[in-house]
């Protein structure tokens, strides 16, 4: 692992896995910069970590991250600051289930906004200070979900794609410069995920990992340098299935699983 010389930045760290990833990072000695919307939940995150951690600081930024120039006023903000972040953790993102042509447009380009466009932007102005320093890792929560096309969770699915193609790519370049990109794929996991964007007939069928279950399995997996980690067992036997069978298989079981939960009527998941 990255030696905590510097600081660890954290998006989506007001829960979830997010907040998880700054629990146990601040346990292993990490300072932390927290970014997320929710100002309140983000000082209480940042007052019970200061808290319970001597010595190391915790700086909270509240900031919307689909707004246009919110990564780059991020970056600015902690460079002003001269905070060296030395791991990024691109956690942020949103989901949305349901029928595609009846989502909300704005809700589906805020999809595109947060789980692509932030994430690729925050990765490219925080890289290159790790490679002229030699050091860092990235760490980017992709999804089992971006290892097939989903139906009724298109965009979201095929965001994960992105995100899970980008970091290996990502990885070949960047350890040429002493810097680790690794890429983490959860499958159901024990947040407020699918309160936001729609129940899931899936999430109910098998014990859903805990976000520490998560956070811990990706530690270690980055501390072995590996370029990605699906977390799980079950998820990873998952993995193994979605790449042995048809593709037009795995979308018709899964749309007719999500008709059956009545996510693919009209009006569901936006």
């Not at 990255?2 to 660890?8: D, H, N, T």
């Not at 700054?22 to 983000?42: F, I, K, M, T």
């Amino acid at each position: 692992m990255v030696s905590p010389q510097g600081y660890a930045l954290i998006t989506g760290a007001s829960s979830g896995i997010g907040e998880e990833f700054a629990r146990q990072l601040a346990a292993r000695g990490w300072s932390l910069v927290l970014v997320a919307r929710s100002q309140d939940r983000l000082e209480q995150v940042r007052g019970e970590l200061m808290s319970a951690h001597m010595g190391i600081d915790v700086v909270a930024i509240p900031l919307d991250l689909t707004v246009s120039g919110a990564p780059a006023e991020l970056f600015q903000r902690t460079q002003a600051a001269h905070l060296d972040v030395d791991l990024l953790v691109n956690n942020a993102g949103v989901g949305a289930l349901g029928e595609f042509a009846s989502l909300d447009l704005n809700r589906v380009r805020q999809m595109i906004d947060l789980n692509i466009v932030a994430l690729v932007e925050l990765a490219h102005l925080y890289l290159q200070p790790m490679m002229r320093r030699r050091r860092g890792g990235i760490i980017h929560i992709a999804s089992v979900a971006g290892f097939a096309p989903l139906p009724y969770s298109a965009v979201y699915a095929a965001t994960k794609a992105f995100v899970k193609s980008f970091s290996d790519a990502l990885f070949e370049e960047a350890c040429q410069r002493g810097v680790h990109v690794m890429a983490v794929n959860p499958g159901t996991t024990e947040t407020n995920f699918f309160r936001v964007a729609g129940e899931s007939p899936f999430s109910h069928r098998a014990r859903m990992q805990t976000s520490a279950e998560v956070v811990r399995e990706s530690l270690r997996a980055f501390d072995r340098k590996k370029s990605s980690i699906v977390t799980g067992t079950s998820n990873r036997l998952l993995v193994v299935a979605l790449t042995l069978l048809p593709r037009r298989w795995i979308t018709s079981a899964v749309a007719r699983a999500m008709r059956r939960a009545n996510i693919g009527v009209p009006g569901k998941g936006q």
